[in-house]
């Protein structure tokens, strides 16, 4: 099991990459071969999704096209052995129009993130979940 300070240390480069845009081989060194990322319903993604590591990597690169740039805040955080829990702000600036947003605008979310950190030889699925928040349509409303 790693020790829950690295595996801090491992959820911030991680949002740290999210932030450079990273895509390919630069995000998938934190992802686990049998990975699945859930996404809960919001502004961008409706019905929210499920993701395997294929299409994890596939959505950060359409995600590099809708998004000029985001960034992750990180509100609060613990970690226990290979888990670990953050409550994290997301700003993204849109680089195309998004409804009624007009490129330039941003969107605002919250939410809690649970990953698990595992070891290299570990070969159990790591679950990175993206729980619901709201988000901000750039006219001050908020919805889902």
């Keep these: 099991m790693g020790e829950p300070a690295g595996n801090l240390g491992i959820a ?8 450079r845009g990273a895509t390919g081989a630069a995000l998938k060194e ?6 699945v990322l859930e996404e809960f319903p919001n502004l961008l993604t409706p019905l929210g999704k499920k993701r395997n590591l294929a299409a994890a990597l596939e959505g950060a690169e359409r995600g590099r ?10 509100k ?7 888990r670990v829990a953050r409550e994290v702000e997301w700003v993204g600036t849109l680089a195309v129009p998004f409804g009624s947003i007009p490129a330039g605008g941003q969107m605002k ?8 950190i595992p ?15 709201l988000v901000a ?8």
């Design 12 to 19: 911030r480069r991680y949002l740290q990459a999210l932030e």
């Design 30 to 35: 934190f992802l686990a071969p049998d990975v």
């Design 65 to 74: 096209k809708v998004m000029s740039r985001q960034m992750y805040k990180i």
């Design 76 to 82: 609060q955080e613990i970690a226990d052995h290979d």
């Design 109 to 116: 979310a919250f939410f809690c993130r649970v990953s698990r």
């Design 119 to 133: 070891r290299r030889e570990d070969h159990q699925a790591a679950e990175l979940r993206l729980f619901q928040g």
């Design 137 to 144: 349509n750039g006219t001050g409303k908020w919805g889902f």
